[in-house]
């Protein structure tokens, strides 16, 4: 199986408008309407009539970048079942675009029953060409909804870059190259897709351990005060200041974390795992060779360890199915502490009885690092 990630532009709507001209004041009108703040007015009709008059064009035509990228590769992976997961900006007119692309696409599996097409559409908020929230809030979204499609899993992953705004291109083809997703492309003049080749990037690790709290706090999303840092963590001594930007906001300087330096954040977090627990419990979870398998392959995962956490009492616990193997922990301030694991079920069900305190745990906690395996 496949996963097409494709980003989802407004080609369709510019190319419809180069042969006919019956739904520019639709299109007008609609250009530059966010999706996310369009609750109150819905432009239901507008939809309608757009949609009406442009699926046939493009079910005839397939005049779009869009569509004609995707052909290519379902030509190129034509033994794979294939998801298509259409990535759009915050304007209805990309969103319109994905709803025609998804009907096309899933009536496409009655033509080709052999051949099967599941279609997603999300949608990133604030990704808006001309709102100086894209730089500020768009990237960081649209960098997070990679990730949480991927789920740390990049290896049946594609890229395909030929639609939507031009301005993701270079964060989309950074976050590709260093997750190993192969990035297509083709030109809407030409015939030929573009694989783009993988380049090898270099990390410097050592700067995301040194400044892990600082890196943890910025990846929120909320600006921070830049003197803060300055007088806390001697930040700038050789933090690269072009993975930050800085913004004033009544006299006071904040600093938040530039997309591209958010990018680098989520690969560390993809490759290296880190949490907090007391000493005895990391001179435990040594002799515990399940336990540190895990923690390695499957509890690292946000996905995975939220659906297989319950509570317990007043307990979080991990509980890995069918098996004996626990984790007891808990999350404070984005930071994970883990006070208790188990191989033995028995034994970890005789704790639950038990209280515990999260100031003690988080006062005697170390900070600890492994190296993720994805499996």
Not at 13 to 25: Q, R
Not at 140 to 162: H, R, V, W
Request: with cysteine; hydrophobic share 35%.
């Amino acid at each position: 199986m496949k996963n097409i990630i494709t980003t989802v532009g407004t080609s369709l709507f510019t190319n419809y408008l180069k042969f006919n001209n019956n739904i520019k004041s639709y299109y007008d009108l609609l250009e530059k309407e966010t999706y996310s703040n369009n609750s109150g007015k819905n432009f239901y009709d507008e939809k309608r009539k757009i949609k009406e008059l442009v699926l046939p064009f493009a079910q005839n035509k397939r005049d779009s970048a869009e569509l004609k990228s995707l052909e290519k590769l379902f030509l190129k992976f034509k033994e794979e079942q294939i998801i298509i997961t259409f990535i759009c900006s915050d304007s209805i007119l990309s969103n319109l675009a994905a709803e025609i692309y998804s009907e096309i696409l899933t009536d496409r599996n009655t033509k080709y029953p052999n051949f099967v097409v599941e279609v997603k559409i999300d949608y990133i908020k604030n990704l808006i060409p001309f709102d100086q929230k894209f730089v500020n809030e768009g990237l960081s979204q649209l960098i997070y909804k990679l990730e949480a499609i991927c789920g740390g899993f990049y290896a049946d992953k594609i890229l395909n870059i030929t639609g939507g705004f031009k301005g993701v291109i270079p964060y989309l083809t950074i976050w590709g190259q260093i997750n190993k997703v192969p990035l297509y492309y083709i030109f809407e003049e030409s015939e030929f897709l573009i694989n783009i080749p993988q380049s090898p990037i270099t990390i410097d690790y050592n700067l995301f351990e040194k400044y892990y709290e600082v890196f943890l706090e910025l990846s929120e999303s909320v600006e921070k005060p830049k003197d803060k840092y300055i007088k806390e963590n001697n930040l700038f001594d050789d933090f690269p200041s072009d993975l930050l930007y800085e913004i004033e906001n009544d006299g006071t300087s904040l600093l938040s974390l530039d997309p591209l330096g958010l990018i680098y954040w989520r690969h560390y977090q993809s490759k290296f795992f880190t949490f907090y627990a007391p000493r005895e419990v990391l001179e435990e979870i040594e002799n515990q060779p399940n336990v540190k398998r895990i923690l390695a392959t499957k509890f690292h995962n946000d996905i995975i360890r939220k659906n297989k956490t319950e509570q317990k009492g007043e307990h979080f616990v991990y509980d890995d199915g069918d098996n004996p193997n626990r984790i007891y922990y808990f999350e404070s301030h984005r930071k994970i502490y883990i006070y208790k694991t188990f191989q033995s079920e028995e034994l970890a069900k005789e704790f639950i009885k038990r209280s515990f305190s999260k100031d003690d745990i988080i006062q005697k906690s170390l900070k600890t690092k492994i190296e993720v395996k994805n499996v």
